[in-house]
């Protein structure tokens, strides 16, 4: 089943629910630390390790945390909420249980809005709650990594007790064929959001950003939902794409064969790009929530959360909007520099002196494509600043460089040579604009396309291009490019 006939039939739904790591220095209920890559149960004590007699303390900071990202999010803070105990038996909770939240979440009721392919859609907010994380299974022995097949298993409590909030979505319907671009740019936006807000790193390589990916169908022009499965810890944006359309690919083929589809989880296999099997969902589990008792309720009061309110940093979408009118960008100039992860840079650029067109392409050509073959996920990793390719521009503004030497120049930089100008100057890049030094070139040019010459002669000055590539190709692209062109219409002339 491909995935134009499966949009052919069936309208997908999605549900995202988001769990992210806060940035906190200690636990959500204890005083351990939260730094990641610690040696094992090195970062536990009596609380986290859920020993008898140990109580809980509440995290002042992870609730600040999670107020400023429902705020961010546009929702309603709960002005009283508490914590439940939800009763799960996993190796990995020392408790026996997690300190969660139920029917009272901190945050309620938002929204994000994201854009694909020019097109807006708003992703509507359930909830936003906090939790404690649990521990680490290791399992070990087996071909896989998971518990079928090893030989014994090992548990890291350091990641027990870790802030985490959860951030779950209302069903979102109505993206048609878009649905693996739209969980996709969810997600995107949502980490763009929680790294300006600076409440946690978003990681998703380390797991403090995870993702589950809940998708279901139903047929084209029906209003009840189909049963969904849920797709766990996706680990990163693309994978959230292609878990999406790998799932919408299987149920509809399911469908089709007039069987039906089982609610359960499934395993996103990041090589071969499908899913698996897990847990069966058909029958709901019975967690017995009910509220701790060991904390106090959450009564964050109203002036508190105006004032953290009022102190939240500009948002990725209004800084958005910002940096378009400084830089004149249309709505498609705009979606580019965005999903391209080079708004900023592009801005930074313009900000140090380059026309914002010409940062603009510099950006989403030559820079993008070195980030790309660097295996570089976000492109102001290159080790190249706004201001150095802002003086590469002026270099070419000024006939100094073309556009081949700009690259190579660039080069220069990423490799560590210094700034463009000592660039220049080491491996002697300056464009050849002498008109006398470039005029056996040029003749030579017009002598072995003698077909083309006679165009230009007769009038057709666009075949011009011809001749200037093959100087430059003879100059290894040192020539300035507008001297060429200007040298050969003025040898040409003769016919006008
Ligand atoms: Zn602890």
């Known amino acids: 089943m491909t995935f134009a006939d499966a949009m052919a039939r069936y309208a997908p739904v999605l549900g995202l629910e988001t769990h992210v790591e806060l940035g906190t220095a200690s636990k959500m209920f204890c005083g351990c630390s939260t730094k990641f890559g610690a040696p094992p149960n090195t970062h536990v004590c009596p609380t986290c390790l859920g020993l008898p007699g140990s109580l809980p303390v509440t995290n002042e900071t992870a609730i600040r945390f999670t107020v400023m990202i429902g705020l961010a999010l546009q929702c309603e803070i709960a002005p009283w909420c508490r914590f439940a105990r939800k009763n799960y038996f996993y190796p990995d909770m020392p408790k026996d249980f997690q300190i969660s939240q ?31 994380d649990t521990g680490k299974t290791l399992h070990v022995g087996g071909a896989t990594g998971r518990i079928h097949g090893a030989t014994h298993s090992l548990v890291d409590y350091n990641r027990a007790g870790i802030p985490l909030v959860e951030i779950v979505t209302k069903p979102v319907a109505g993206t048609g064929a878009a649905a693996p671009e739209v969980a996709r740019a969810y997600v995107t936006e949502l980490r763009e959001l929680l790294r300006t807000l600076g409440v946690s790193d978003v990681r998703m390589e380390q797991g403090s950003l995870r993702c589950d990916v809940n998708t279901s169908l139903m047929p084209v022009g029906a209003t009840a939902y189909g049963t969904r499965t849920e797709t766990k810890n996706v680990n990163s944006l693309r994978s959230v794409e292609r878990a999406v359309r790998s799932e919408i690919e299987r149920q509809a083929g399911l469908l089709d064969a007039g069987r039906r589809i089982v609610q359960e989880t499934r395993h996103w296999h990041e090589d071969s790009g499908t899913t698996s099997a897990g847990r069966s969902k058909e029958q709901a589990e019975d967690y017995r929530y009910f509220p701790e008792p060991d904390l106090v309720p959450l009564a964050p009061t109203r002036e508190w959360v105006e004032q953290l309110r009022a102190g939240l940093p500009e948002l990725p979408a209004a800084r958005r909007r910002r940096l378009a009118d400084e830089l004149g960008a249309s709505a498609a100039e705009l979606a580019a520099m965005g999903n391209a992860g080079v708004l900023g ?39 190249i600043t706004p201001a150095q390719v802002a003086r590469v521009i002026v270099l070419v503004a000024a006939g100094i460089l073309t556009a081949t030497l700009a690259r190579q120049v660039i080069d220069g930089v990423l490799a560590g040579e210094g700034d463009p100008d000592d660039v220049v100057a080491t491996r002697g890049l300056q464009a050849v604009s002498d ?29 011009a291009g011809a001749l200037v590539g093959a100087v430059m190709k003879a100059t290894n692209g040192q020539a300035n490019a507008a001297v060429v062109r200007q040298l050969i219409l003025e040898r040409l002339d003769g016919g006008g």
């Open 435 to 463: 008109t006398d030094e470039l005029g056996a070139a040029v003749d030579a040019a017009i002598d072995g396309q003698p077909a083309v010459a006679a165009k230009v002669r007769a009038g057709k000055v666009a075949a």
């Open 102 to 132: 139920y029917d009272e979440p901190l945050c309620t009721d938002g929204h994000l809005d994201v854009v694909v392919a020019g097109e807006a859609f708003r992703v509507e907010i359930e909830r936003v709650h906090l939790e404690e």
């Open 345 to 383: 840079l592009v801005a930074d650029t313009a900000a140090a002196g380059a026309p914002a067109a010409e940062a603009r392409n510099f950006w989403l050509g030559y820079l993008l494509q070195k980030a790309n073959e660097a295996g570089l996920d976000d492109p102001a990793e290159l080790a």
